[in-house]
T-cell receptor, first 117, second 115 residues
Framework: DSGVTQTPKHLITATGQRVTLRCSPR?????VYWYQQSLDQGLQFLIQ???????AKGNILERFSAQQFPDLHSELNLSSLELGDSALYFC????????????????FGEGSRLTVL | KNQVEQSPQSLIILEGKNCTLQ??????????LRWYKQDTGRGPVSLTI?????NTKSNGRYTATLDADTKQSSLHITASQLSDSASYIC??????????????FGKGTKLSVIP
């Protein structure tokens, strides 16, 4: 158990809909990362937050948005869903914002599996 | 362009046999390289980290090597077990300036260990 909690574990919805995925980082961790993993694909970095502020952005679509709240939990909002958005969405956390103080290890949650029909 | 290439894409071996997974990268400047194990439907878990000065590091039946000159790493699994069936992901960390770092993920090698 990594200590990172993601909900829901599974989600089935229709095209055009909007969903919200939730992530609680490990106790004390300040950084939250979101990754998308499509079938048989590698992990694609979406976005990183550090202590409530956006830190880095990857290949995140404009239809997707995220935020990190004062209690450090994070939400990933996916809207106008398309069939191609079906994937596993992982949240990861670390204490540091990724500086020389860190080795870069990420602690991943179990993922939220999104199926768009 | 910073890339991390892993080979093979997939591998099937008999229980008890050894195998070696490869990771080649073009990421620069290099900070460290980490191997993750991802069980099907689960989140990745770190197996080992390799820094510039390390050539070999073992973690039980897992042995990682790093050749920073040729920008290659390998993960050797000895006496494989059914529970080794998973995807193994190579992640390279690079210094991206202004005190920040960036992670580049490989697509992983899917290992299946069969009885």
């Amino acid at each position: 158990d990594s200590g990172v909690t993601q909900t829901p574990k599974h989600l089935i919805t229709a095209t055009g809909q909007r969903v919200t995925l939730r992530c609680s980082p490990r106790s004390g961790d300040l950084s939250v990362y979101w990754y998308q993993q499509s079938l048989d694909q590698g992990l694609q970095f979406l976005i990183q937050y550090y202590n409530g502020e956006e830190r880095a952005k990857g290949n995140i679509l404009e239809r997707f948005s995220a935020q990190q709240f004062p209690d450090l939990h994070s939400e990933l909002n996916l809207s106008s869903l398309e069939l191609g958005d079906s994937a596993l969405y992982f949240c990861a956390s670390s204490y540091y914002r990724d500086s020389y103080l860190s080795t870069g290890e990420l602690f991943f949650g179990e993922g939220s599996r999104l199926t768009v029909l | 362009k910073n890339q991390v290439e892993q080979s093979p894409q997939s591998l099937i071996i008999l229980e008890g046999k050894n195998c070696t997974l490869q990771c080649n990268y073009t990421v620069s400047p290099f900070s460290n390289l980490r191997w993750y194990k991802q069980d099907t439907g689960r989140g990745p878990v770190s197996l080992t980290i390799m820094t510039f000065s390390e050539n070999t590091k073992s973690n039980g039946r897992y042995t990682a090597t790093l050749d920073a000159d040729t920008k290659q790493s390998s993960l050797h699994i000895t006496a494989s077990q059914l529970s080794d069936s998973a995807s193994y992901i190579c992640v390279v960390r690079q210094y991206s300036g202004a005190g920040s770092y960036q992670l580049t993920f490989g697509k992983g090698t899917k290992l299946s260990v069969i009885p």
